[in-house]
């Protein structure tokens, strides 16, 4: 089992598409690589059952779990919604990440990578 090359990275802004937490946007905390999944702040909720230990005191904790990667899209301010990207190599040489919705934002082309 290889590595899987996901189109979101740590810190970006994403928003859900399928699942309990359909609609909601949060940042990404995590991403593995290796399972094609991502942990978002705040989204997709667990309780834990923790042991005490010297740190902490143990018992139920809420924690973040992990989404897979394809339930997630790069959220576009611009856009005000999810949206799907394209790679494109600008004259500076390195690669960017652009807004390409298929229909609204197909002008939009709005850099997501600063």
Do not use: F, W
Not at 34 to 60: F, W
């Amino acid at each position: 089992m290889g590595v899987t090359v996901t189109h979101v990275k740590k810190n970006d802004v994403v928003q859900v598409m399928v699942g309990k937490e359909r609609g909601k946007i949060g940042k990404v905390l995590r991403v593995n690589q290796k399972r094609g999944r991502v942990l978002v702040e705040k989204l997709n909720m667990i309780k834990k059952h923790t042991k005490p230990t010297q740190k902490s005191a143990g018992g139920i904790v809420e924690v973040e779990g992990l989404i897979s990667a394809s339930n997630v899209l790069l959220y576009c301010d611009k856009c005000s919604s999810g949206v799907r990207t394209s790679r494109k190599a600008p004259e500076t040489g390195k690669n960017v990440r652009v807004c390409k919705k298929v229909r609204v934002c197909r002008e939009c082309k709005t850099q997501l990578d600063k």
